[in-house]
């Protein structure tokens, strides 16, 4: 089993910035990667990011490319979500998964933490 504790969102203005935390623990180190999903109201869950935890590989949603930074902290069994430029659109509860493979499936969820970005 493998456990993940998001934190770190709350309410920012547009423009403003935010880091959110993935805390790991049980067997993550069985994992391939970590990635970040989101959900605002009334839409779909959508990939934002992703992060191999061996080699760092990373990979963005297009809309968060040079906005957002995905990290891992190997000390401290962490993966963070950098966000600057922080938009309205922005707005959702964000969620950290873990995957055991480079395949789309992720086995493993954080309960989300929110983040509401207001003009």
């Known amino acids: 089993q493998v456990q993940l504790v998001e934190s770190g969102g709350g309410l920012v203005q547009a423009g403003g910035s935010l880091r959110l935390s993935c805390a790991l623990s049980?067997?993550?180190?069985?994992?391939?990667?970590v990635a970040w999903f989101r959900q605002a109201p009334g839409k779909e869950r959508e990939f934002v990011s992703r992060?191999?935890?061996?080699?760092?590989?990373?990979t963005y949603l297009d809309s968060v490319k040079g906005r957002f930074t995905i990290s891992r902290d190997s000390a401290e069994n962490t993966v963070y979500l950098q966000m600057n430029k922080l938009k309205p659109e922005d707005t959702a509860i964000y969620y950290c998964?873990?995957?055991?493979?480079?395949?789309?499936?992720?086995?493993?969820w954080g309960q989300g933490t929110q983040v509401t970005v207001s003009l």
């Open positions: 049980g067997r993550f180190r069985s994992m391939y990667g």
């Open positions: 998964a873990a995957s055991p493979d480079m395949g789309p499936n992720y086995d493993y």
């Open positions: 992060i191999t935890l061996n080699a760092g590989f990373t």
